[in-house]
Nanobody, 122 residues
């Protein structure tokens, strides 16, 4: 079992930055690929960014490429999502997810956090 707790969400103006953190506990964090997803009101949950267990490969949705950066610190059992140049359309609840095995962009993750709200004002 892996428990995931997100933090770092909040209200920011257009063009601002936030850094989300996802702290993991339970099974060995370093064996899990990690992903970030988001869900806006009335919309489906969508993949935002992902990173392999070793941190050597990352993948981003086209909508955030060049603005968001995912990283991880296996020694701290934490992964991060640095979000820059935020836009109102980035407003959503952001979820951290863990998956034993390869990085995927679908929602086929084994464990999910409770989510953290990100609101970007125009």
């Amino acid at each position: 079992q892996v428990q995931l707790v997100e933090s770092g969400g909040g209200l920011v103006q257009t063009g601002g930055s936030l850094r989300l953190s996802c702290a993991a506990s339970g099974r060995t964090f370093s064996y899990y690929a990690m992903g970030w997803f988001r869900q806006a009101p009335g919309k489906e949950r969508q993949f935002v960014a992902g990173i392999t267990w070793s941190g050597d490969i990352t993948y981003y949705a086209d909508s955030v490429k060049g603005r968001f950066t995912i990283s991880r610190d296996n020694a701290k059992n934490t992964n991060y999502l640095q979000m820059n140049s935020l836009k109102p359309e980035d407003t959503a609840v952001y979820y951290c997810a863990a998956r034993r095995g390869s990085l995927v962009t679908s929602a086929l993750y084994d464990y999910w956090g409770q989510g953290t709200q990100v609101t970007v004002s125009s």
